[in-house]
Nanobody, 133 residues
Framework: EVRLVESGGGLVQAGGSLRLSCATS????????LAWVRQAPGKDREGVAC????????YYADSVKGRFTISRDSANKTLYLQMDRLEPGDTAVYYC??????????????????????????WGQGTQVTVAS
């Protein structure tokens, strides 16, 4: 079965950095769309960074662009999210997500809106990120 296991969250001061990892198994890592999605207390889930398997495009929410970087290691089947210059507004549970159907479609530069709002089929348990001001 599809397994997504996040790690790397924690408590950090504003301006600091964290690197989240998502160890995966049970699916074709290189053929799935991959994403990091966060949910802050009392708020809806928000796609923050996505990777398109079909064309290699990466997409970022405006709130994190320039500060967060999504990457993947195919050999180790691991997805990463490097988070720099963290802000209190970044406090949330961060989930790793994957989807086989979205991974079949190449949307190019216009795909950000769709990828960031897509309801991914598979999810990890999440890792807590808390940014103190």
């Amino acid at each position: 079965e599809v397994r997504l296991v996040e790690s790397g969250g924690g408590l950090v001061q504003a301006g600091g950095s964290l690197r989240l990892s998502c160890a995966t198994s049970g699916f074709s890592f290189d053929d799935y769309a991959l994403a990091w999605v966060r949910q802050a207390p009392g708020k809806d889930r928000e796609g923050v960074a996505c990777f398109s398997a079909s064309d290699g495009m990466t997409y970022y929410a405006d709130s994190v662009k320039g500060r967060f970087t999504i990457s993947r290691d195919s050999a180790n089947k691991t997805l990463y999210l490097q988070m720099d210059r963290l802000e209190p507004g970044d406090t949330a549970v961060y989930y790793c997500a994957a989807d086989p159907n979205l991974g079949l479609i190449s949307l190019g530069p216009d795909g950000a809106h769709y990828y960031l709002r897509y309801l991914y089929s598979d999810w990890g348990q999440g890792t807590q990120v808390t940014v103190a001001s």
